[in-house]
């Protein structure tokens, strides 16, 4: 029965993940590639979604250390790597473009 809730915690979380990590990079990209010197063309959601993806293949590392297999730390980890990440890069870049 924990596997199903974990399975279901994680279909629920990597679509959310997704969204806002994308959301976060359109409003980045606004302020600083549109509005910014680069007067590029704005990202809709779906064009954000696919440029993360792509940076995520490029940049991803693999993990060198075996994990302890402790799936309700591992999840716990990730909800919050899913929120405060992608919120603390929006805040600090609000506050950058604060002072353009």
Known sequence: ???VG???VTAILVPARM???AFVFCKLWAWFMVDGVFEC????LVEAIGLGLMVQIWTHKAKTEESE?????LLVISCCDTLVT????LGI???VKSFM
């Open 86 to 89: 992608p919120t603390l890069v």
């Open 41 to 44: 063309p704005p990202l809709s």
């Open 19 to 21: 969204l806002w990590f």
């Open 69 to 73: 297999k402790d799936y309700d730390k």
């Open 93 to 95: 870049g609000w506050c």
């Open 6 to 8: 974990y399975i279901t």
């Open 1 to 3: 029965m924990k596997a």
